[in-house]
C-alpha cells in the first residue's frame, strides 16, 4: 500500500495507473476508521481494480462551534487497517496543500444545501461538495463510494456530478450498524457510556415512523409525530430534525407515494448524531 501526502504524488499515481485501463475506485473519508467505513472499502474492491481511500478532516465542512480540532485523527492505525484491506493507495493531503492561501473559489449545489443537514450546519454542505469536487478532480476516479448514513451528501453529490458532468459513478452503501441497531460513527467514540445508551433512541424513532408506515400510514405528519415521540422519552438527546424527504431532491414529502427517505438528526450530550432509513410504499 502506497500513502502519498501530496496532489502532486497523487496524480502522478493515477496517470501510472490509467496507462493500464484498470478501474480506479475511491472512498473518501475523514479517517478515525470503523467497521463502516471498510465495508465501502469492500465494496469498492470488488468493484474496482485499483482502490484509492482519501483521508482527511475537512475544516470547510465544521461551523465555527463545532469539532473541527478535537475530531479523532490517527493516521498510522487508519492505514494499517487499509493495508489489511489490502488498499493500493492513501491520499492523505495537509489542508495547505487542499486549500491554497486565498482560494475563493467555491462548489455549491443551490436550494439542495440547504436542507436537512444543511438548515443547521450553514455552508456544511458546501463544504462537503467543494472538497468532493477538488478530490474527484485530483484522483480522477471511475467510481467513488459512499455510506447511506450520509444519505443527504449522497443525493448533493449525485447531483453535482450529474449537473457538473463528472465522469464519475456515485455508489451508496448500507448503513453498518451495531448489534443494538446504533449506526456506525467516528463521532461514536465522544460518547460516554450513558450518553451511548441514549443515541439508540435515533434508530428507536426511525423504527416507529417505520412501523407505523408498515401498518399503512403514508401520512409525514403522523409518521414524524410518531418518531419524536421517543424522543420525549429520552431526555439527554435533543432532536435537531426529524423529517420525511424526497430521497433525491431532498425535498419534504408531505404524503409517501413513492421511495422516500426519513432521516433524524440530535444531539447526545455535545455530540451531533444522523441516521436514516428508506420506505417504499411499492411492493
Same mark, same amino acid.
Given at each position: 500500500?502506497?500513502?502519498?501526502?501530496?496532489?502532486?504524488?497523487?496524480?502522478?499515481?493515477?496517470?501510472?495507473?490509467?496507462?493500464?485501463?484498470?478501474?480506479?475506485?475511491?472512498?473518501?473519508?475523514?479517517? *478515525?476508521?470503523?467497521?463502516?467505513?471498510? $465495508?465501502?472499502? @469492500?465494496?469498492?474492491?470488488?468493484?474496482?481494480?485499483?482502490?484509492?481511500?482519501?483521508?482527511?478532516?475537512?475544516?470547510?465542512?465544521?461551523g =465555527?462551534?463545532? !469539532?473541527?480540532?478535537?475530531?479523532?485523527?490517527?493516521?498510522? $492505525?487508519?492505514?494499517?487497517? #487499509?493495508?489489511?484491506?489490502?488498499?493500493?493507495v492513501?491520499? *492523505?493531503?495537509?489542508?495547505?496543500?487542499?486549500?491554497? +492561501? %486565498?482560494?475563493?473559489?467555491?462548489?455549491?449545489?443551490?436550494?439542495?444545501? !440547504?436542507?436537512?443537514? %444543511?438548515?443547521?450546519? #450553514?455552508?456544511?454542505?458546501?463544504?462537503?461538495?467543494?472538497?468532493?469536487?477538488?478530490?474527484?478532480?485530483?484522483?480522477?476516479?471511475?467510481? *467513488?463510494?459512499?455510506?447511506?448514513?450520509?444519505? +443527504?451528501? &449522497?443525493a448533493?453529490?449525485?447531483?453535482?456530478?450529474?449537473?457538473? /458532468?463528472?465522469?464519475? $459513478?456515485?455508489?451508496?452503501?448500507?448503513?453498518?450498524?451495531?448489534?443494538?441497531?446504533?449506526?456506525?460513527?467516528?463521532?461514536?467514540?465522544?460518547?460516554? =457510556?450513558?450518553?451511548?445508551?441514549? *443515541?439508540?433512541?435515533?434508530? @428507536?424513532?426511525?423504527? @416507529? +415512523?417505520?412501523?407505523?408506515?408498515?401498518?399503512?400510514?403514508? !401520512?409525514s405528519?403522523?409518521?414524524i409525530?410518531? %418518531?419524536?415521540?421517543?424522543?420525549?422519552?429520552?431526555?439527554?438527546? @435533543? #432532536?435537531?430534525?426529524?423529517d420525511?424527504?424526497?430521497?433525491?431532491?431532498?425535498? $419534504?414529502?408531505?404524503?409517501?407515494? /413513492?421511495?422516500?427517505?426519513?432521516?433524524?438528526?440530535?444531539?447526545?450530550?455535545?455530540?451531533?448524531?444522523?441516521?436514516?432509513?428508506? &420506505?417504499?410504499?411499492?411492493?
Amino acid at each position: 500500500m502506497k500513502l502519498v501526502k501530496t496532489i502532486e504524488e497523487m496524480r502522478a499515481f493515477r496517470k501510472a495507473t490509467r496507462k493500464n485501463g484498470k478501474r480506479f475506485g475511491l472512498v473518501p473519508t475523514m479517517g *478515525a476508521l470503523h467497521e463502516g467505513h471498510l $465495508s465501502l472499502v @469492500r465494496a469498492a474492491r470488488e468493484k474496482s481494480d485499483i482502490v484509492a481511500v482519501s483521508i482527511f478532516v475537512n475544516p470547510t465542512q465544521f461551523g =465555527p462551534q463545532e !469539532d473541527f480540532a478535537k475530531y479523532p485523527r490517527n493516521l498510522e $492505525s487508519d492505514c494499517a487497517l #487499509l493495508q489489511r484491506e489490502h488498499v493500493d493507495v492513501v491520499f *492523505a493531503p495537509s489542508v495547505e496543500d487542499m486549500y491554497s +492561501a %486565498g482560494a475563493v473559489t467555491w462548489v455549491t449545489v443551490e436550494g439542495m444545501s !440547504d436542507r436537512l443537514c %444543511g438548515r443547521s450546519r #450553514l455552508g456544511h454542505f458546501r463544504g462537503v461538495t467543494t472538497v468532493v469536487s477538488k478530490l474527484f478532480h485530483i484522483i480522477e476516479p471511475d467510481s *467513488a463510494f459512499f455510506g447511506q448514513k450520509d444519505a +443527504a451528501q &449522497v443525493a448533493i453529490i449525485r447531483r453535482m456530478v450529474r449537473d457538473l /458532468k463528472m465522469p464519475v $459513478s456515485v455508489e451508496v452503501c448500507p448503513i453498518i450498524r451495531e448489534s443494538d441497531g446504533l449506526a456506525l460513527s467516528s463521532r461514536n467514540a465522544y460518547l460516554n =457510556p450513558e450518553e451511548r445508551k441514549s *443515541a439508540l433512541v435515533l434508530y @428507536r424513532s426511525l423504527r @416507529r +415512523a417505520q412501523e407505523l408506515f408498515d401498518r399503512g400510514e403514508h !401520512d409525514s405528519a403522523k409518521l414524524i409525530a410518531a %418518531g419524536k415521540q421517543e424522543f420525549t422519552k429520552e431526555p439527554t438527546a @435533543r #432532536l435537531d430534525y426529524l423529517d420525511i424527504v424526497d430521497p433525491d431532491s431532498l425535498e $419534504s414529502l408531505r404524503v409517501i407515494s /413513492k421511495r422516500a427517505l426519513i432521516a433524524v438528526a440530535a444531539y447526545v450530550g455535545n455530540t451531533r448524531l444522523i441516521d436514516n432509513i428508506v &420506505v417504499n410504499p411499492e411492493p
